[in-house]
C-alpha cells in the first residue's frame, strides 16, 4: 500500500508562498521564486490559478527564467512562450540541454521555431536541430548529445588524464562511451569500473560489451521500460548503422514514467495527462463539453432500451426503482476488470496468448459474485416490494451483466488496441454503455416475459 | 499525449515464451529464464497465470533464484516464499542488496523473518535488521548501507588510491560521501567532480556542501517527489543527530514513483496497486466481492430515492427512460473534477488556501457545460416525448447536477483527505452516490411539481 502522506517540502513551499500572496509580502515571494532550486520555483507556479501565475512570471529575475521555463508543465509553459518572441525564447533557453531546448520549442509553432533557431548560436542550433528531426515520443526525442566519448585502444591514465581537460563532465554521466574510428559504439565504461581499475591498462579490457544501445526510434514507453528493468542510470542511443547519437538519462526517463503512469488514470476521465490542473475556465469547458457530449449520446442509447419496454414499466413501476442496481453493478464491475487489463497492458504483461486465462478468469469471477450478490439482491427486492417474482428476475439479470461486465472489461482493451484506439480513452465510455444496455435489456427483458 | 505504441523487448520475450509454453519447449523455456536479465526472466513469471507460473519457477536455477525472486511483484513474491522454510530464503537471499532483501522479508510472517535472520550470516544479518527497524515506506526502508565515505581533510589523490583498493564500487554510485569523525554527514563528493579535479586538492575544498541530505523517517513519497525534482541519481539518509545511516538510488525511487502513480488508478476502480494482473479466481473473488458491496449499498440509496417519486412515474413512464441521462451526465463530469483533483494532490498542488479557486472553476464549468447540453438534451426529450414539459425538467435537473458534480468532484477529496480517508479509494464511490442522488432527486422532483 502505498502512503497517502502529504509531500512535506513542497507543500510548506506552498502554504507559504499562498500566505506570501494574502498578505502581499511581493518582496518575499521574490527571494522565494529566485532563491529556490528552478524545479521548485516551477512547481509553486504550476500550483497557482492563472492571475497569480501571471504574477508570480512577473517576480522571476530574467536569469532565472530559462532554468524555471524547463521544469513547469507543459501547458503553462507554453502559455509563457506564446507571450515572447522569439529572441527571447533564443535569450532565456540560452544554456539548456539541448533535448529540455528541444522540448521547450515543441510547444511552439513550426513558423517560431525557425526564427527562434535562427536566433540561437551556430553550435547549440545544430544540436537541438537534429534532436527536433525525431519524433518527440522517440529516444531520439529524449537523448542529448554531451557524450563523452574514448577509443578503445587508449590506456585508463590516458583517459583519466583526457578528463582532468574537462571544466566538468556532464550531469548523470556514469559511464565514458567507447567508439570506434566511425562514431560506433562498441561498449561503455562505467566511473565505477575506471576508478577501481589498474591505470595501465587499456579501455578495451576493461570496458563492458554487453551493453544494449538504444535504437533512435524505439518508442519513449519502451526506453521507459528498459531503464526500469535493468536500473540504467544513463544509456547510448544509436542509430540503425551503430553511429553513436547521444545518450538518455535516468532524469528524462523519469518523467516519461510518470506521464505514462498518468496517462492510464487521466484517460479513463477522458482527461488528457497533460491537463494542467489551474487551467482557466475557459480553456477548460471545451475539454470537458466534448466528453459530456460523448456519454451523453451512451446516455441516450440506453434510454431507448429502456423505452423498449415502457409498457412493462407502467405496468409494474417496481422495475423502474431497482433497474438503475443492475446496469451500476455492471458498470463497477466491468471498470474493475478494464483497470486490470488496462495495466497489465500498459506494463506489457498482457499478450495474446496469455489473455484468454484472463477473460476466463474475470467471467467466471463475474458469474461467482454475481451468484454471491444475486441472492443478496433478491432478497432484498423480493421483500421491499412483496413480490417473488422481481426478486427473481433482478438477481437473474445481476449475474448476466455480471459475467458480460467481466467478458466486456478483458475483450475490449485488446479489441481497441488492435484498431489502434487508446483502450485507457474509449475503454470506459464503450463498456459502460455495454453494461447499462445488457443491465436493462437483460432485467426488462425476463421481466417483460414474467409479467406479460 | 504519451504514446500507445508496444513494448518491443518485452513483448517478444513473452511472445516466444508463450509459443514455447504451447509446444512444450521446456529445454528451450529453461535457456530463457536463466539467460536473460534477472528483470526480464520475473517479468516473463509475472506475465503468466498461477499454474504456469509454478513450472516457469521449476524451471529457474537454483544459483539464480535470488536475483529473480527480487524483481517479482509483491504478490507473486509473497506466493512463493510461502512454499519455502527458512533455510532456503536465507539461502536465495544471500548476495543481495540490504534493502532488496528487508523488502523480500517484508513479505513473510514475523515468526519466519526472525528464523530467516537466524539462519543468515552475521554480518548480512546486522544489516538487514536494521533497515527492518524503519517504516517498509519511509527513506529507511528505502536506504541501502553500501555508502563509500571519505573524511574531509585527505587529498583525492588518497581517495583514489583508496577507491583502487576495492575490487568494484557499488552500483549507483554517483558520490563519495564525506563524514566527520562522529560519522555525520557533512558534504557530498561527485565522481563527476572528482575525476576533474586536480588531485592534490582537499575533499573538503571541492565537495559539495549544499546537498540536502534525506532524514531516516520521511515517507517514501516525498523522497521521491525530491529525486524526482533535483534530479538525483543517489541522496544520503541521516538520523536525527545528522549521523549517516545509508543511502537511497535512484533505482529503488523509480519503483515509488511506479507504485505511487499506480495508486491513484487502481484505488479509483476499488482495486490495490500491488494488485497481481494474473491472480487466481479464488483470490480475486473476495477482493472484488467487497467493492461490488459497497456499490450495491449506494445504488439501493437511488433507489431508494426514485422510489420516492413512483407515483409520478406511473403517470409519466417517460420519466424512468429519461432519468438515467441525468445521474449519468452527472456522474461522468463528477468524476472528470474527481479525478483532476486527485491527481493535483498526489503531485501537491493543492493547498487549502488555492482550493478555492478550484472549487469556483470547476463549479462554473459545470454550470456552463450544464447549460450547454441542457439545451441539446431539452431539445431531443421534447421531441421523442412530443412535450415540452419534459424537456424543460430535463434541462433544469441536468444544470443542477453538472454543478453539484464540480462542487462534489472538488471539496470530496479534500474532505476525505482531512479526515484521514484515501480520497482515491473512496472518492468515487461517494461521489457517484451524491451525484445519483441528486440527479433522480432534482429530475424526478421537479417532475412531479409539473405534472402533480
New interface residues.
Partial sequence: ???????????SH??IL??A??SGATMQIRRMLNGL?A??AA?LI????PN?RAVLWQLVDSENEGDIIQ?LSDEVQAQFLRQMDAEEVAAITEGLEADDVADILQQLPDRVIREVLDSMDHQDRIRVEHILTYDE?SAGGLMNTDTITVRPNITLDVV?RY??R?????????SLLVVNRNDQFIGALP???L????PSVTVREIMDTDVEPIPAN?????VA???????W?SAPVIDENQTLLGRIT??DV??V??????????S????????D??A??RS??PR??I???I??L???I??GV??LF?AT??KV?????????V???GG??G??T????I??MA?????R??SR??IN?EM??GA??GL??AG??AL?AGLWFQDPVIGGVIAAALVIN?VTAGLAGAVLPLVL?SL?I??ALAGGVVL?TVT?VVGFMSFLGLATYFYA
Same sequence: chains 1, 2.
Fill in positions: 500500500m502505498a502512503q497517502s502522506a502529504e509531500h512535506i517540502t513542497p507543500k506552498l502554504e499562498n500566505e500572496l494574502g532550486p524545479a521548485d512547481h504550476d500550483s497557482s490559478p497569480i521544469y515520443y583519466l578528463l582532468r574537462h571544466e566538468e563532465l556532464p550531469a548523470m554521466t556514469d566511473l565505477r569500473k576508478l577501481v581499475s589498474d524505439m518508442s519513449q514507453r519502451d521500460n528498459l531503464f526500469e528493468r535493468h536500473d542510470v535516468i532524469d523519469v518523467d514514467i510518470r506521464e505514462e503512469s498518468d496517462h492510464s488514470l487521466m479513463m476521465a477522458g482527461l488528457d495527462e497533460d491537463e490542473t489551474f482557466s475556465v477548460t469547458i470537458r463539453a466528453w459530456l457530449g456519454n451523453l451512451t446516455a441516450f440506453a434510454s429502456i423505452n415502457e414499466i407502467e413501476v417496481a422495475l423502474a426503482v431497482l433497474m438503475p442496481i446496469a451500476s453493478m463497477v464491475a471498470t474493475q478494464l483497470t486490470v487489463v495495466r497489465g506494463m506489457g504483461q498482457i499478450q496468448n496469455n486465462w484472463l478468469r467466471l469471477v461467482i459474485n454471491i450478490w443478496i439482491v432484498a455480471l488496441k489502434k487508446d483502450p459502460t447499462d
